[in-house]
């Protein structure tokens, strides 16, 4: 009880901050602490994130690469309409893989991308093994997503949850980025399972 008290106001401490800063979510604060420490984006770079509604993540991306970058935001549910001119969305169910990269090499005239970020998580019904299930499946294919999207020296940061078969995805990237990295935002709960898969320089 105490526990959730504490860890409740935690995330109250993101969401308002988030609100002061301008983004739709506290989510953003996940890909900025990441970007500190990893160094994912660059200014003028091409990002797209999967899983990118209300768009915390995608502002602070929009940030990151600045007037003569561009980030993609794609997700399944419609979004908001952004003031940030460099950020385009798509309205896409990522399960439908090559639907989704089609309609991304479309807007960006079948231009490689720099990162590829996936924050994609279904909805928790709080049986482990079902939810596990759910978000292996959508980490595996924004996986599959960014292996079509992602240029040689790219990066991706992917959203997943402690279990087994991560193993094997991360034996996955492994075999074309040079740096694997796990990675467990401050923003997370520390009661989540959450972690991010993080791929640097793409052989
Ligand atoms: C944790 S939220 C993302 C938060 C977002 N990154 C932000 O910064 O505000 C997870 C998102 O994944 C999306 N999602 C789940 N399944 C999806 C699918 N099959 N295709 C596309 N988006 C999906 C959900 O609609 C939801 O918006």
């Not at 991706?156 to 996955?172: G, P, S, V």
Request: with cysteine.
């Amino acid at each position: 009880m105490v526990r959730n008290w504490a860890e409740e106001a935690y995330r109250d401490i993101f969401r308002r901050r988030a609100k002061t800063e301008g983004f739709r979510s506290r989510a953003a604060y996940k890909l900025l602490e990441a970007d500190k420490r990893f160094r994912l984006i660059k200014k003028g770079d091409i990002v797209v994130e999967l899983g990118a509604w209300p768009g915390g993540m995608t502002q602070a991306a929009s940030r990151l690469v600045g007037e003569t970058g561009l980030v993609i935001a794609v997700d399944i549910r419609k979004f908001k309409a952004f003031s940030e001119s460099n950020i385009i969305t798509i309205n896409s169910d990522i399960l439908e893989e090559e639907d989704t990269v089609q309609k991304i090499l479309q807007v960006l005239n079948g231009k490689q991308v720099d990162v590829v970020i996936s924050d994609a998580s279904p909805k928790f019904t709080g049986i482990r093994d079902v939810d596990i299930a759910r978000q292996i499946e959508l980490t595996e294919k924004s996986y599959n997503i960014s292996h079509k999207l992602v240029k040689k020296g790219g990066s991706i940061m992917l959203k997943a949850l402690e279990c087994r078969e991560l193993e094997l995805l991360e034996e996955q990237i492994r075999s074309s980025f040079s740096y694997v990295k796990r990675f467990i935002p401050s923003a997370t709960r520390k009661t989540s399972s959450e972690i991010y898969l993080i791929g640097l320089k793409r052989y």
